[in-house]
């Protein structure tokens, strides 16, 4: 039983050309809502895959239910405390994955504990967010977080996943 699904989140910002896929790793069913409502309320447009545990990420991304390369995310938001396989485990093994550590990982932790973000950088994240405890907060950090790596940034596509699983330059 995959523990993934699908979540077409219409959101919208401005700029932003296309719909950017993102992965959320996230097993707080109140916190998937808090992610998707924060979304919604920044204008973010995405199109947003949830795994509900480590183990089902790395089953998308890295092993026997791995997606085609043009299903990949051009993101993975993680939480770090992860039933079944930690989101430790899960950048790790993302990192060490040819096909798939191209993919920006942004941690989304409740945890602003100086050695968790460093461990977390030194782990191959892409960024640390500190989940806010305020909604309003939250989706001004969710905003924030969106004008930098949908707006800002150049992001990986299918194209580039294929490229490197056959060899190109990575």
Not at 18 to 31: G, I, M, Q, S, Y
Not at 122 to 148: H, L, N, W
Not at 149 to 170: C, K
């Amino acid at each position: 039983v995959a523990a993934i699904s699908a979540h077409s989140a219409s959101l919208m910002m401005n700029s932003a050309p296309h719909r950017v896929k993102v992965l959320l790793v996230e097993d707080n069913a109140a916190d998937v809502l808090l992610v998707e409502e924060a979304m919604q309320e920044a204008g973010v447009n995405a199109e947003l895959t949830v795994a509900i545990d480590g183990e089902a990420a790395l089953a998308a991304l890295t092993g026997s239910e791995r997606l085609a390369a043009e299903a990949l995310p051009q993101l993975v938001l993680l939480d770090l405390n992860l039933p079944r396989v930690s989101g430790w485990d899960v950048m790790t093994t993302i990192r060490s994955d040819r096909a798939v550590r191209h993919i920006p990982i942004l941690v989304l932790s409740t945890s602003s504990s100086r050695a968790d973000i460093n461990r977390a950088y030194r782990s191959g994240a892409s960024c640390y967010v500190v989940k806010p405890m305020d909604f309003g907060d939250f989706v001004q950090a969710i905003r924030a977080t969106a004008e930098f790596w949908f707006r800002t940034t150049a992001l990986p596509t299918a194209d580039d996943a294929t490229h490197d699983r056959h060899g190109g330059a990575t």
